[in-house]
């Protein structure tokens, strides 16, 4: 079965950094984008970034773009998303998902919570 | 990046037929035929339920369908069933590898 696991949330100051993990299992990994999700309580879902096969392409929405760095390592099948000078409205759980044959999104992890507050 | 517009929320009986729209420009919507949809229940992730405007992926009861005209993307739920209840979002391609998402629809089985 396809997983993937969130990891790395938690309570963090404006303007502190935090390290979400993703980790894959279950189908080939090589194969798909991953792609970052996120969704403030109470609102609606926001892509946040994405990172190709690869590696050779990685995009982000404009709220996060050079705060926010996308990796990953294929041989540990595994994405990170570094967050630096995180603001209050980054808050939100935020989700890994795959972009696979049949279409983005098709696989979602369960998600962990990042809390930025004083 | 501006989020796809859909209507806060839409209600019918068990049995019923509802219909969800989902207004984009030509620069996401009306450009691609990358509409995707998504369910999902208080508390869980987003299941996945349409892709590329109006295919399912294995699993996803033929009740979903989903269409495209224009700017404006639809999901409709037939024959309605209570665990039906949920928020639905589209999502649409918007060129260059990014995506963006609609504000989400709750659907209430009255």
């Known amino acids: 079965d396809v997983q993937l696991v969130e990891s790395g949330g938690g309570l963090v100051q404006p303007g502190g950094s935090l390290r979400l993990s993703c980790e894959a299992s279950?189908?080939?990994?090589?194969?798909?984008?991953i792609n970052w999700v996120r969704q403030a309580p109470g609102k609606a879902l926001q892509w946040v970034a994405n990172?190709?096969?690869?590696?050779?392409?990685?995009n982000y929405v404009d709220s996060v773009k050079g705060r926010f760095t996308i990796s990953r390592d294929n041989a540990r099948m595994s994405v990170s998303l570094q967050m630096n000078s995180l603001r209050a409205e980054d808050t939100a759980v935020y989700y890994c998902?795959?972009?696979?044959?049949?279409?983005?999104?098709?696989?979602w992890g369960q998600g962990t919570l990042v809390t930025v507050s004083s | 990046q501006s989020a796809l517009t859909q209507p806060r929320s839409v209600s019918g009986s068990p049995g019923q037929s509802v219909t969800i729209s989902c207004t984009g420009t030509?620069?996401?919507?009306?450009?691609?035929?990358?509409v995707s949809w998504y369910q999902q229940h208080p508390g869980k992730a987003p299941k996945f339920l349409i892709y590329d405007v109006n295919k399912r992926p294995s699993g996803v009861p033929d009740r979903f369908y989903g269409s495209k005209s224009g700017n404006t993307a639809s999901l409709t739920i037939s024959g309605l069933q209570a665990e039906d209840e949920a928020d639905y979002y589209c999502?649409?391609?918007?060129?260059?590898?990014?995506?963006?998402f609609g504000i989400g629809t709750e659907v209430t089985v009255l």
């Open positions: 030509s620069s996401d919507v009306g450009g691609y035929d990358h």
């Open positions: 279950g189908f080939p990994f090589t194969n798909y984008w």
């Open positions: 999502c649409s391609y918007a060129g260059r590898s990014t995506f963006v």
């Open positions: 998902a795959t972009w696979g044959a049949h279409g983005p999104f098709d696989f």
């Open positions: 990172i190709k096969q690869d590696l050779t392409e990685k």
